[in-house]
């Protein structure tokens, strides 16, 4: 009921029938009084000059001036949104001219470039634009006649020509103007779980100098129960709804007359109750951190599974006794990968033996979620091997082979010498993967000497 309320207070004060007027009367902020030589040109005269030549009303410089002294406004840098509609509602003007002289040179082939805007002063839209950017010489013919020589002449002409796309007048909307401009609007937390509460911090500033009676703040039906912070501040908390979304803030502002506006979409709430999804994928499980070049250090990335804000991360390596030996984290996007290379977070080489990996992610809505372990290991110890001479005849020998290691021989080679050092079977044998049990070798035969 409530809401319906609200809704038939807007439309009946708001709404209305939509009529036309013309923008007709202008202020010009100051384009400046420029000296070439012994020539003096005041740029913004003459832009009001041609503006009213064109039938618009321009407002004299010191009413406007008195208007900027009064706000403190220095220059077109210094406005804002609510300062462009306050000077709409003060001066009675329906729009604001601004733009700057970029270039102004004399000589025998004077130059002048300038650019312009009009700004709307009921929404502080750009309702116009256009520049210029004129010499002399462009006059000219191809004979070189109608060169312009003089400056003064050059920017009248320039001015003109700036202006007269401008259109005679600019359609207005005839509804009541807001008298009421709210400069900030923020929520905190602005993305949180369902049920959770949150801040919200609103600040209106009275346009027309016209006092505000009363402030409503609402997520969906709900209202925000609003404090008084200070001059212009308020303040409230709100239960977050249930279910995921993203829910705008609606506000409405009541006059002393009792009229009613509607602000719509200067802030909103995410709903997020979904914890991330990701998971973790290694290239490679085996780690030997001997600076040999082969398997020093690890790589592995995270994968999200879906599109999702994160808030922090935190990688965890943990021995088999579930102690953590090393880990990282940061806030934000998770990095393209990670990188370990075998130490502990005082960057000491950890011992041989199974690692654990596990990735720790949480949404800026405070869900969590922890990544199933991934076994690693680290080996730096070479494999032992023992070597027994099972048989030996004139032909040759027979070996018996044992090689104990932590993880699976990647190669092997074999060479037999004799008791001087020299090779005495066929050469060097080699192969891939586990070493065979059983070898038998054709010895080389020794040179009888005489």
Same mark, same amino acid.
């Given at each position: 009921m409530v809401v319906t309320i609200l809704l038939f207070a807007l439309s @009946?004060?708001?709404? @209305?029938?939509?009529?036309?007027?013309?923008t007709r009367t202008v202020a010009i902020m100051p384009f400046g009084t420029f000296a070439v030589g012994d020539l003096s040109i005041d740029i913004t005269?003459?832009?009001?000059?041609?503006?009213? !030549?064109n039938r618009f009303k321009v407002i004299p410089d010191d009413i406007l001036e008195s208007f900027l002294i009064k706000r403190r406004i220095r220059g077109a840098d210094f406005l804002d949104r609510p300062?462009?509609?306050?000077?709409?509602?003060?001066? !009675?003007?329906?729009?604001?001219?601004?733009?700057?002289?970029?270039?102004?040179?004399?000589?025998?082939?004077?130059?002048?470039?300038?650019?312009?805007?009009?700004?709307?002063?009921l929404d502080a839209s750009v309702m116009w634009a256009n520049s210029v950017s004129r010499t002399g010489e462009d006059f000219a013919t191809f004979l070189g006649l109608g060169k312009v020589t003089s400056l003064e002449k050059l920017v009248k002409m320039a001015a003109e020509e700036l202006l007269n796309r401008l259109p005679r007048g600019a359609n207005m909307d005839d509804s009541p103007v807001t008298p009421f401009e709210v400069t900030h609007a923020s929520f905190f937390p602005d993305v949180l779980r369902g049920g959770e509460n949150t801040?919200?911090?609103?600040?209106?500033?009275?346009?027309?100098?016209?006092?505000?009676?009363?402030?409503?703040?609402f997520i969906l039906d709900k209202q925000i129960e609003l404090k008084i912070e200070g001059p212009r501040w308020y303040s409230g908390t709100i239960k977050a709804p249930a279910v995921e979304g993203v829910y705008p803030l609606r506000i409405y502002l009541t006059d002393r007359w009792n009229r009613l506006f509607k602000v719509d979409a200067v802030a909103s709430v995410?709903?997020?109750?979904?914890?991330?999804?990701?998971?973790?994928?290694?290239?490679?499980?085996?780690?030997?951190?001997?600076?040999?070049?082969?398997?020093?250090?690890?790589?592995?990335?995270?994968?999200?599974?879906k599109a999702i804000l994160l808030d922090s991360w935190r990688v965890e390596i943990t021995d088999i006794s579930g102690n953590i030996v090393r880990s990282e984290g940061g806030f934000g996007e998770l990095p393209q990968g990670f990188i370990w290379?075998?130490?502990?977070?005082?960057?000491?080489?950890?011992?041989? @033996?199974?690692?654990?990996?596990?990735?720790?992610? !949480?949404? !800026?809505?405070?869900?969590?979620?922890?990544?199933?372990?991934?076994?690693?290991?680290?080996?730096?110890?070479?494999?032992?091997?023992?070597?027994?001479?099972?048989?030996?005849n004139e032909d040759g020998i027979t070996l018996d082979l044992r090689a104990t290691d932590m993880t699976k021989i990647a190669d092997w080679e074999l060479i037999v010498y004799d008791g001087d050092g020299n090779e005495a079977g066929p050469g060097k044998l080699e192969g891939k993967g586990d070493i065979p049990t059983t070898i038998t070798l054709g010895l080389k035969k020794k040179r009888k000497t005489c």
């Open positions: @009946g004060e708001l709404s @209305g029938a939509q009529g036309a007027a013309q005269r003459l832009l009001a000059h041609f503006l009213e !030549k300062a462009v509609r306050e000077m709409g509602t003060a001066l !009675k003007v329906d729009a604001l001219m601004v733009g700057s002289v970029d270039l102004l040179a004399g000589g025998e082939n004077p130059r002048v470039a300038m650019n312009a805007q009009m700004i709307d002063c801040r919200v911090s609103i600040e209106v500033r009275e346009i027309t100098g016209k006092k505000l009676e009363d402030i409503r703040a995410t709903v997020h109750n979904t914890p991330p999804e990701v998971a973790l994928s290694f290239p490679q499980r085996l780690l030997s951190p001997n600076n040999d070049g082969i398997n020093d250090y690890i790589r592995f990335f995270a994968e999200p599974l290379r075998g130490r502990n977070n005082e960057y000491k080489t950890v011992k041989d @033996g199974n690692y654990f990996c596990r990735l720790v992610v !949480k949404d !800026k809505a405070g869900n969590k979620t922890v990544t199933s372990e991934e076994r690693l290991m680290v080996d730096t110890t070479p494999p032992e091997v023992q070597i027994v001479l099972a048989r030996k």
